[in-house]
């Protein structure tokens, strides 16, 4: 079982920057990726960006392209989430999420989720 613990989240103006992390615990063999998701109120759940850390290969959500970078620390079991030059569309609730196969945008091939860290992106 993998558990994950996002923090970071917070308000922020429009331009700013915010750091989030993801913690992981445990161990699957089912897990080969990790990715964040964000869901605005009203809104589907939508892939930010994703990561295959062994090979190492990194996705995005074409309109975070540039201003966002997804990492790992292995030693620390962190993955983290650097957005830069937020807007006010930023703002969600960000979940750090963990799954295996190819489909790294689709939210139904992530078998473990964090709770979720509020994003508030003012202008």
């Known amino acids: 079982v993998v558990q994950l613990v996002e923090s970071g989240g917070g308000p922020v103006q429009t331009g700013g920057s915010l750091r989030l992390s993801c913690a992981a615990s445990?161990?699957?063999?089912?897990?080969?990726?990790m990715a964040w998701f964000r869901q605005a109120p009203g809104k589907e759940r939508q892939v930010v960006a994703a990561?295959?850390?062994?090979?190492?290969?990194?996705y995005y959500y074409e309109p975070v392209k540039g201003r966002f970078t997804i990492s790992t620390d292995d030693a620390k079991n962190t993955v983290y989430l650097q957005m830069n030059s937020l807007k006010p569309e930023d703002t969600a609730k960000y979940y750090c999420?963990?799954?295996?196969?190819?489909?790294?945008?689709?939210?139904?091939?992530?078998?473990?989720w964090g709770q979720g860290t509020q994003v508030t992106v003012s202008s």
């Open positions: 999420a963990a799954g295996v196969g190819d489909s790294w945008w689709d939210v139904r091939g992530y078998k473990y």
């Open positions: 445990g161990y699957s063999v089912s897990v080969n990726r």
């Open positions: 990561i295959y850390p062994q090979i190492p290969i990194t």
